[in-house]
């Protein structure tokens, strides 16, 4: 990756004379898009039009056109409902539809593995986004009758262990905000849906270092989550497993908690240095 370079106020000359190789380019549209998202990849918040209009040198109306585009194909998406950008779906999706397979899934691969091995049950890796989490990956335990679900298809963001473990990676503040503008779902009577009683189980997730789930997100269902974070305790993805409830008791469901916990924390420390 080129980081934004500064210098002309027409961004796509500016590109092109600061990239070697970007010389012979000859549809500047499709080079504003792409630094648009180098920025967007390399930004520690979300960014809002005129902020990327400022970091591209380009008019407002342009990266307007840019966003809503791009927002249109998956490739960004909005943050918690404001106007401010991130990396949508779209990217991880077209990745694994071409074959190859993301430095991410390559490395947690062999937790899934070993996950289903050990635990019997299904275990996934998702990346959240636009208010999901989609599914990169995912690994069969042995039971016959066992939890799937397609590569590619999505859980919503506050869908039952998987919400709190994502949530565990907020500050205070960044939570606070969010339950007091948020209703929460009601998937099953099951679910948290109290403001207070959410946030002591987000708690209790960050400390646990992995979020419990017993019949909260689909009746019959018990998981156990754990994010996976990079560099600045960044959101990666979200590691989980989960089964019927008829093969995981209260014990065992704590026992998989904590193998996904660390499952999760040993990836997150190869990704750290991986970059």
Same mark, same amino acid.
């Given at each position: 990756?080129?980081?934004?370079?500064?210098?002309?106020?027409?961004?796509?000359? $500016?590109?092109?004379?600061?990239?070697?190789?970007?010389? =012979?380019?000859?549809?500047?549209?499709?080079?504003?898009?792409?630094?648009?998202?180098?920025?967007?990849?390399?930004?520690?918040?979300?960014?809002?039009? $005129?902020?990327?209009?400022?970091?591209?040198?380009?008019?407002?109306?342009?990266?307007?056109?840019?966003?809503?585009?791009?927002? #249109?194909?998956?490739?960004?998406?909005?943050?918690?409902? $404001?106007?401010?950008?991130?990396?949508?779906?779209?990217?991880?999706?077209?990745?694994?539809?071409?074959?190859?397979?993301?430095?991410?899934?390559?490395?947690?691969?062999?937790?899934?593995?070993?996950?289903?091995?050990?635990?019997?049950?299904?275990?996934?890796?998702?990346?959240?986004?636009?208010?999901?989490?989609?599914?990169?990956?995912?690994?069969?335990?042995?039971?016959?009758?066992?939890? $799937?679900?397609?590569?590619?298809?999505?859980?919503?963001?506050?869908?039952?262990?998987?919400?709190? #473990?994502?949530?565990?990676?907020?500050?205070?503040?960044?939570?606070?905000?969010?339950?007091?503008?948020?209703?929460?779902?009601?998937?099953?009577?099951?679910?948290?849906? &109290?403001?207070?009683?959410?946030?002591?189980?987000?708690?209790?997730?960050?400390?646990? =270092?992995?979020?419990?789930?017993?019949? &909260?997100?689909?009746?019959?269902?018990?998981?156990?989550? #754990?994010?996976?974070? =990079?560099?600045?305790?960044?959101?990666?993805?979200?590691?989980?497993? #989960?089964?019927?409830?008829?093969?995981?008791?209260?014990?065992?469901?704590?026992?998989?908690?904590?193998?996904?916990?660390?499952?999760?924390?040993?990836?997150?420390?190869?990704?750290?240095?991986?970059?």
């Amino acid at each position: 990756m080129f980081p934004p370079q500064n210098g002309h106020r027409d961004g796509a000359t $500016s590109a092109s004379r600061s990239h070697n190789g970007a010389a =012979g380019i000859r549809v500047p549209a499709v080079l504003k898009a792409f630094k648009l998202l180098e920025i967007v990849s390399q930004s520690e918040k979300p960014l809002g039009v $005129s902020e990327l209009a400022r970091r591209l040198e380009l008019g407002k109306s342009t990266v307007h056109g840019l966003v809503t585009t791009l927002e #249109a194909l998956g490739v960004l998406e909005t943050a918690n409902g $404001s106007r401010r950008y991130v990396l949508g779906p779209r990217l991880a999706s077209l990745s694994l539809r071409s074959g190859i397979s993301p430095d991410l899934r390559a490395s947690a691969r062999p937790a899934l593995e070993r996950l289903a091995q050990t635990t019997e049950q299904t275990t996934f890796l998702g990346v959240p986004a636009d208010g999901q989490v989609t599914i990169l990956d995912i690994v069969h335990g042995r039971p016959t009758l066992s939890i $799937s679900a397609p590569v590619g298809s999505s859980v919503p963001m506050l869908a039952g262990a998987v919400g709190k #473990a994502l949530l565990s990676t907020w500050d205070a503040k960044r939570l606070d905000d969010f339950l007091v503008t948020t209703t929460l779902p009601a998937f099953t009577p099951a679910s948290l849906t &109290e403001r207070e009683e959410y946030r002591r189980a987000v708690t209790e997730t960050q400390a646990r =270092g992995a979020a419990i789930d017993v019949d &909260e997100y689909i009746e019959g269902v018990r998981a156990a989550a #754990a994010p996976i974070v =990079g560099p600045g305790a960044k959101l990666v993805a979200i590691l989980w497993v #989960a089964g019927f409830s008829r093969h995981i008791d209260a014990a065992r469901l704590q026992s998989i908690a904590t193998e996904v916990a660390s499952e999760a924390a040993e990836i997150s420390q190869r990704l750290a240095h991986s970059i």
